[in-house]
């Protein structure tokens, strides 16, 4: 009977795909098989000193990092992370989640991650979204690799401005010392996997590195849906 109702009710309002925005089909979720499958994925997990490692280079100590599709300004899949951002389709970046952990299960120093830590927003831009995107991207990678996702401890403390239309400088004045951890005792000689939606300078994530050197013998990697 739910099926029957759900397939009444696409015939009205019927799901589109948020790259083409043609209508989804069968068992379509979010994404058309055309689209899905031209993904502009990166592969990076399966690349040593990749791009995203090499952002990082000098900054903290990392032991791995990847990111699952390329992002492009104007490209029909730019859409994906609008949606999931600023037009509530916190279960896009969720379904993506499952998506892109999904490929990191190939490769062991992701697979064997005992928590993952999406980055927080301040409470005032929570309260504003109503969710935090980052935590839902790892809400769908811990549901395949089989972990928990560790929110709350590490928490933004300053409500800095926007990054977006920032330069790169502007963005590391922009980050820095906004981020704490709470209880490091909680987080101590744990290896945890660093989760956020969009990767441009690797400033946020830097940030959120230095404020988790208070925990001892902590060990990072980071994941991120999209780089730019």
Request: a neutral charge; hydrophobic letters at 40%; charged letters at 25%.
């Amino acid at each position: 009977m739910k099926h029957f109702w759900q397939e009444f009710v696409s015939l009205f309002f019927p799901e589109l795909c948020v790259v083409c925005f043609e209508k989804l089909i069968g068992d379509e979720e979010y994404i058309c098989t055309d689209c899905f499958y031209h993904l502009p994925k990166t592969n990076f997990h399966l690349q040593n000193d990749n791009p995203v490692e090499k952002r990082f280079w000098g900054k903290f100590d990392l032991v791995k990092a990847s990111s699952f599709i390329n992002y492009v300004k104007g490209s029909p899949f730019h859409n994906i992370l609008t949606e999931i951002k600023y037009r509530g389709r916190k279960e896009l970046g969720a379904f993506l989640g499952e998506c892109f952990a999904t490929d990191l299960c190939a490769v062991s120093a992701f697979s064997s991650v005992d928590a993952l830590v999406p980055v927080p927003l301040h409470p005032d831009k929570l309260r504003k979204r109503g969710y935090n995107q980052s935590e839902w991207i790892a809400r769908g990678m811990a549901k395949t690799l089989g972990k928990e996702v560790l929110s709350g401890n590490l928490y933004r403390k300053i409500a800095n401005l926007t990054q977006t239309r920032k330069g790169v400088y502007e963005r590391w004045e922009n980050v820095e010392d906004i981020f704490a951890v709470k209880q490091p005792e909680q987080l101590a000689g744990m290896y945890i996997l660093l989760v956020d939606d969009v990767l441009t300078t690797g400033s946020t994530l830097t940030a959120c590195a230095e404020a988790l050197a208070a925990v001892p013998d902590l060990r990072i990697s980071v994941a991120t849906l999209a780089i730019a």
